[in-house]
Each structure stands twice: as structure tokens, then as C-alpha cells.
């Protein structure tokens, strides 16, 4: 199955991170929102990556992603940059 938007990066952003992220910014990024994840790609990787890992942030059930998830996220997150973005 080919790298997409709602097959494999949305299903990363449980309703809580999600929620998290929108009370984070404001209201700016939503994590469900296909464009705005594109749009602030290089930011949500800054985020998720070593050393920072500054999100997914603390406080849901799920708690935070372990090495492996965050590894097979970022590589997920770079796959679906390199085929340029699709939904």
C-alpha cells in the first residue's frame, strides 16, 4: 500500500494528541487536517524528533510514543514527504 495522509500519518494523532496539539497553538495546527500537517511538516518532525521529543506531549491515556513508534512515525513522516504529500 502506497504512503498516505489518512492511511498512515492521521492514524498516528489519536483525539487526545490531537487535542493537545490544537490547545498548544491555539487552534492552529490540527493534526486531522491534511493541509495543515503538509504545511507544517518541518515543524511536527522539529517536534516529534530527538532530542526535544516535545510531542506527542504527556497527559493522554495512550501516554507518550515509545523509541519504536516515534522511529517508525518519522520514518513514515519522510516516506510521505519524499512522494510528495499524498492525501
Not at 489518512?6 to 493541509?35: N, Q, V
Not at 504545511?39 to 510514543?65: A, F
Not at 515509545?66 to 522511529?71: A, C, E, G, S, V
Request: one cysteine or more; aromatic letters at 14%.
Amino acid at each position: 500500500m502506497a504512503i498516505g495522509f489518512l492511511s498512515h500519518i492521521k492514524p498516528y494523532f489519536t483525539p487526545c494528541y490531537r487535542a493537545h496539539m490544537l490547545d498548544a497553538t491555539g487552534g492552529d495546527l490540527d493534526l486531522w487536517e491534511f493541509d495543515n500537517v503538509k504545511d507544517q511538516w518541518p515543524n511536527i518532525k522539529s517536534l516529534v524528533s530527538p532530542p526535544g521529543k516535545r510531542m506527542p506531549r504527556v497527559g493522554c491515556g495512550e501516554g507518550v510514543w515509545d523509541d519504536l513508534t516515534r522511529t517508525q512515525f518519522l520514518k513514515d513522516f519522510e516516506d510521505w514527504k519524499a512522494a510528495q504529500f499524498p492525501a
